[in-house]
T-cell receptor, first 114, second 116 residues
């Protein structure tokens, strides 16, 4: 089955700097890669996703890149702000199959330092 | 309405109690999910309903019993739980199709369950 590795587990970044979180996946059939942000006491919130027919996607300060050959995908947050502090989960899924599941990475705790 | 709601927000129960968690969405989604999340861990899938039918049960103990009364509602009935079942229980939904497209899952805020 699919396995998603996520690094680092903790990341501290000065406010205004960029943050990068990296994930790898094992199943070459995976074709959908969402990123979730989870703040304390809340459920995960989908912040951006990318499908396997696209190499990069950007939404304001957030971007995601995908390298299908290397089975790597990354989240980039630019101009970080205090409200970016949260736990971020990457995930992979083989969308389109009846028994499809989203497989999560272990999460990255992002601290934005003032 | 682009929201998944869950009630209650917090629940404390004894090991002999019977309780239920509720989840509701009005996005017209046809796939709904229950996840369990322990502290500092990712969500773990428990059950998936597709078109009101149970399609995935991740070998969850029978003390957890899901129910999908209609396309907007999902319940999780709890009975004879153990202290190690204490966790955040998350509901999610996605568009779902006859082919089972489980992309773009939207999560509710969760129910914080404590079993004494």
């Amino acid at each position: 089955g699919e396995n998603v590795e996520q690094h680092p587990s903790t990341l501290s970044v000065q406010e205004g700097d960029s943050a990068v979180i990296k994930c790898t996946y094992s199943d070459s059939a995976s074709n959908y890669f969402p990123w979730y942000k989870q703040e304390l006491g809340k459920g995960p919130q989908l912040i951006i996703d990318i499908r396997s027919n696209v190499g990069e996607k950007k939404d304001q300060r957030i971007a995601v890149t995908l390298n299908k050959t290397a089975k790597h995908f990354s989240l980039h947050i630019t101009e970080t702000q205090p409200e970016d502090s949260a736990v971020y989960f990457c995930a992979a899924s083989n969308g389109g199959n009846r028994d499809d599941k989203i497989i999560f990475g272990k999460g990255t705790r992002l601290h934005i330092l003032p | 309405d682009t929201e998944v709601t869950q009630t209650p927000k917090h629940l404390v129960m004894g090991m002999t109690n019977k309780k239920s968690l509720k989840c509701e969405q009005h996005m017209g989604h046809r796939a709904m999910y229950w996840y369990k999340q322990k502290a500092k861990k990712p969500p773990e899938l428990m059950f998936v309903y597709s078109y009101e039918k149970l399609s995935i049960n991740e070998s969850v103990p029978s003390r957890f019993s899901p129910e999908c009364p209609n396309s907007s509602l999902l319940n999780l009935h709890l009975h004879a739980l153990q202290p190690e079942d204490s966790a955040l229980y998350l509901c999610a939904s996605s568009q779902g199709t006859a082919q089972g497209s489980y992309n773009e899952q939207f999560f509710g805020p969760g129910t914080r369950l404590t079993v004494l």
